[in-house]
T-cell receptor, first 115, second 115 residues
Framework: AQKITQTQPGMFVQEKEAVTLDCTYD???????LFWYKQPSSGEMIFLIY??????QNATEGRYSLNFQKARKSANLVISASQLGDSAMYFC????????????FGKGNQVVVIP | NAGVTQTPKFQVLKTGQSMTLQCAQD?????MSWYRQDPGMGLRLIHY???????DQGEVPNGYNVSRSTTEDFPLRLLSAAPSQTSVYFC??????????????FGPGTRLTVT
């Protein structure tokens, strides 16, 4: 079974600083995808970034980058130059090929950006 | 494109009542799923569908039924509401059931309270 672990307590980040959100995963499948979603206080789920298990380069999307360490089974999200609008819950999720592509979520990391 | 739509946005039920949460998508996605989100938890998969006429159980299916008669619609039925079903419900869709790289597109959520 696939499992995602996010254990950091809530984080306060100074505006314009970078923040790293930890995510470790466990799966015996070789083919899988890792996703990060943002959930602001308004409640919607916003897709941020994707990393495939066979991708050799770390994924980047604007201010978001994914620090993918396959051997350690870790997929940390890095947000550079934090903005007040980055205050939200962030969820790491994994999709595996042989689980009917179901998406498994971690419990999330709370980030509060302070001016 | 409206994307993924969910109705209603809010609902209060009494214990024992039944109701249907509606979900529709206009992106011709094959894969649709229902999640529930409880405080301090990530999203947990209730049921999913890999195409019209095909559904399967997720992690927490008890007390819920689904059907998929069309590609566009994937309603979730609560058979006899219980206070433990108080939660936020998200519907999501994805282009294909066979690719790990496809992100899931989420609806805005339905906040359900069972008294």
């Amino acid at each position: 079974a696939q499992k995602i672990t996010q254990t950091q307590p809530g984080m306060f980040v100074q505006e314009k600083e970078a923040v790293t959100l930890d995510c470790t995963y466990d799966t015996s499948d070789q083919s899988y995808g890792l996703f990060w979603y943002k959930q602001p206080s308004s409640g919607e789920m916003i897709f941020l970034i994707y990393q495939g298990s066979y991708d050799e380069q770390n994924a980047t999307e604007g201010r978001y980058s994914l620090n993918f360490q396959k051997a350690r089974k870790s997929a940390n999200l890095v947000i550079s130059a934090s903005q007040l609008g980055d205050s939200a819950m962030y969820f790491c999720a994994m999709r595996v090929r042989y689980g009917n592509n179901r998406l498994a979520f971690g419990k999330g990391n709370q980030v509060v950006v302070i001016p | 494109n409206a994307g993924v739509t969910q109705t209603p946005k809010f609902q209060v039920l009494k214990t024992g009542q039944s109701m249907t949460l509606q979900c529709a998508q206009d992106m011709n996605h094959e894969y649709m799923s229902w999640y529930r989100q409880d405080p301090g938890m990530g999203l947990r998969l209730i049921h999913y569908s890999v195409g019209a006429g095909i559904t399967d159980q997720g992690e927490v299916p008890n007390g819920y039924n689904v059907s998929r008669s069309t590609t566009e619609d994937f309603p979730l039925r609560l058979l006899s509401a219980a206070p433990s079903q108080t939660s936020v419900y998200f519907c999501a869709s994805s282009p294909s059931p066979s690719g790990v790289s496809y992100e899931q597109y989420f609806g805005p959520g339905t906040r359900l309270t069972v008294t």
